[in-house]
């Protein structure tokens, strides 16, 4: 068992082994149990563009798309992850969605996307388990060459992965053996407690294309992606019994 807190800019940041820290957290800590495999995983219900549940999607499903599990996408932790990684699917539908309610251009190129920076920023949500996790605009923008890079990219497969900004003012608690993590704001964060609701109506559309397939090279990731989940089992299964 481990925790995480992390902090942006000159903060402290650290983890802590074993029992987590009590005193690191500002509110009661919410617990979220992860998918059995080997990664710290679970269903993400959605994405929210600011405050209002005008602003919140789920995924559209299609046949054939996605690594669904329950209600919501597969999607990996990982804070070996400096960014946040969107299936490449659902990726153009929301930065179209999240620029049109900034009200601003952008440009995606080499797999960024970017725009000035002279905005009102939102802060954007992603939805696990029923509960939705902040990400203010300080953790998912980096400014380059006088230019806003958005920190939400895509990638090329069938899961989300929720990286470094999605930690960022949370004291996170991976507990391996009972399958679970835990989320709170910690004492240094000026986020508020996880808010809880339920998996918006509306979706983003799925927009990647190509001529083999009906979504293009996700099919054979999809299958790649299983393959390999099922191949780590049996290792280690043999590995420790």
């Not at 925790?3 to 800019?9: A, D, E, I, L, Q």
């Not at 919501?72 to 969107?86: K, L, P, R, V, W």
């Not at 508020?192 to 083999?212: F, M, T």
Request: net charge negative; hydrophobic share 40%.
């Amino acid at each position: 068992m481990f925790s995480t807190r992390f902090s942006r800019g000159d903060l402290v940041s650290w983890i802590d082994i074993g029992a987590p820290d009590a005193g690191m957290v500002s509110s009661e800590p919410i617990g979220i149990d992860t998918v059995p495999d080997y990664f710290w995983s679970m269903a993400n219900q959605g994405v929210r563009i600011g405050e209002k549940s005008a602003g919140a999607y789920t995924f559209q499903d299609e046949e054939g798309s996605g690594s669904w599990i329950g209600d919501g996408i597969y999607t990996i932790f990982d804070t070996g992850s400096s960014d946040i990684y969107m299936s490449i699917l659902w990726f153009d539908s929301f930065v179209e969605e999240f620029y049109a309610a900034v009200g601003i251009e952008y440009e995606v190129k080499e797999g960024a996307a970017y725009s000035k920076c002279n905005a009102n920023f939102p802060n954007i949500y992603f939805m696990v388990d029923g509960y939705w996790l902040q990400i203010p605009s300080d953790d998912y923008l980096s400014e380059d060459d006088d230019l806003c890079r958005l920190r939400i990219r895509p990638i090329e497969a069938p899961f989300n992965i929720l990286g470094m900004p999605a930690y960022i003012g949370y004291y996170v608690t991976h507990n391996w053996d009972q399958g679970y993590m835990t989320f709170a704001p910690h004492t240094s964060s000026n986020k508020p407690a996880l808010e809880s609701g339920s998996v918006p109506k509306q979706a983003l559309r799925i927009k990647y294309e190509s001529e083999n397939t009906p979504n293009g090279g996700l099919w054979s990731l999809a299958i790649a992606f299983f393959l390999t989940i099922c191949g780590l089992a049996i290792f280690g299964y043999i590995l420790w019994g």
